[in-house]
């Protein structure tokens, strides 16, 4: 089994010092650094395998167990940095190197992407948008602690990353999966890539499934997934008509959180300012959906100018529908913003980022399919009927 390991920074690969706290290395690294590294991670996982073939009766073994003799690790490093400074430039070439693989004539069996935590769902969804229908698994996965401390999650979430990989070739090879998709593990859980939510920054189970009640699936003594999810969850709505790169991203889209009080003459820079260049809004509103009036003059200007607005609640369990109060009806019907749904705040705005970036794509094509479903980024209950009129 050949898995490719994509290291793009974060706490499972950085250093804890009292100056510092926890911080990337300070530079890119050298060749040696990096092959040290790699021999580290090598080392340290093929060292758990084997605790757990000792520790696990053959009876109990499922098929996800891990061999160290099967087992063949490569690495690649697009990025040695904090997760706060990820960006669509990360994506990219996270993006670049498993179409380049994949498309290779001795493909890895999947990939895995070693990442901090804090912008992790970003990525997941971002990559789950990019990469649709992906002929390979691709886990993106972290820790709270870094790896090269013996008390670190690191090798767990690893090893269990690993274990998905081999539990979904299997259940797409007996027809169960359609494709394999993005997903993201960390404890003992496993999460489509368009829901991921981080919870906690300390809890070792830091990212929750956002807005639906269960998880894709489970990491413990052998990995666990719901037959009916792998039905449910369809990642090969590919959109034919899409003419463009898959891997790029906008960086002209901003997000605004509303609070009582706020005025629309602050934000007018954004729309005017010299080389702004503003191509999306995602707007967290009050209630499901519900701008305030005081904000109606800037949502009328991007109106005019053709931005999408996407707006989202602030509950942290809520749905925007902009079809319970006035001022979300208001919203939708005159000013032509975009509910959200059910999205997590990291689906939708790397949704609206990646729509974004297909020229072909007008102003009411990327309203249509920021409220479509592609890649399960909306829950289960789907479009509502109310919505029709954004299709149009």
């Keep these: 089994m050949k898995i490719h390991i994509i290291r793009a920074g974060g706490t499972i690969t950085s250093y804890r010092s009292e100056a510092e706290g926890i911080a990337p290395p300070e530079s890119e690294g050298s060749e040696d650094e990096f092959v040290v590294a790699n021999q580290f991670i ?85 990559l789950t948008f990019a990469l649709g229908g992906v002929a390979k698994p691709v886990v993106v996965t972290g820790s709270q602690i870094p790896i090269k401390f013996a008390v670190s999650d690191a090798l767990n979430n690893l090893l269990g990353s690993i274990k998905l990989i081999k539990r979904l070739e299997h259940e797409r090879a007996r027809g169960a999966l359609r494709s394999s998709g993005v997903f993201a593990v960390f404890g003992t859980r496993i999460i489509s890539g368009a829901r991921a939510k981080k919870v906690s920054s300390r809890d070792f189970d830091g990212f929750h499934t956002f807005n639906i009640q269960r998880d894709f699936g489970s990491v413990g003594q052998e990995i666990i997934v719901g037959g009916d999810v792998l039905d449910e969850i369809d990642h090969s709505r590919l959109m034919p008509f899409l003419r463009g790169d898959q891997g790029e991203f906008s960086d002209r889209v901003v997000s605004i959180t509303c609070h009582p009080g706020m005025r629309s003459d602050l934000y007018e820079g954004l729309l005017d300012g010299e080389g702004c260049g503003l191509e999306g809004v995602v707007l967290r509103a009050f209630g499901e959906g519900d701008p305030p009036s005081s904000f109606y003059s800037f949502l009328a200007s991007c109106k005019d100018r053709e931005i999408p607005v996407v707006a989202t609640t602030q509950i942290a369990e809520g749905v925007s529908t902009m079809r319970t109060n006035q001022p979300g009806i208001k919203a939708l019907e005159e000013f032509g913003l975009v509910p959200a749904w059910d999205m997590s705040i990291e689906a939708m705005t790397t949704k609206l980022m990646w729509l974004l970036r297909f020229r072909n794509l007008g102003y009411q094509e990327v309203r249509r399919l920021m409220i479509t479903n592609l890649h399960g980024e909306i829950g289960r209950g789907g479009t509502p009927p109310a919505w029709a009129d954004l299709h149009k």
């Design 42 to 126: 090598d080392r340290a996982a093929k060292e758990r395998i084997a605790l757990e073939k000792d520790a696990i009766h053959p009876d109990a073994r499922g098929v996800d167990f891990l061999e160290v003799d099967d087992l063949e690790l490569t690495h690649e490093v697009v990025a040695d940095v904090d997760s706060a400074d990820i960006s669509p430039a990360h994506w990219r070439k996270i993006y670049q190197s498993v179409q380049r693989l994949v498309d290779s004539k001795d493909p890895p069996d999947g990939f895995v992407v070693l990442h901090g935590t804090n912008t992790l769902a970003y990525t997941a969804a971002a």
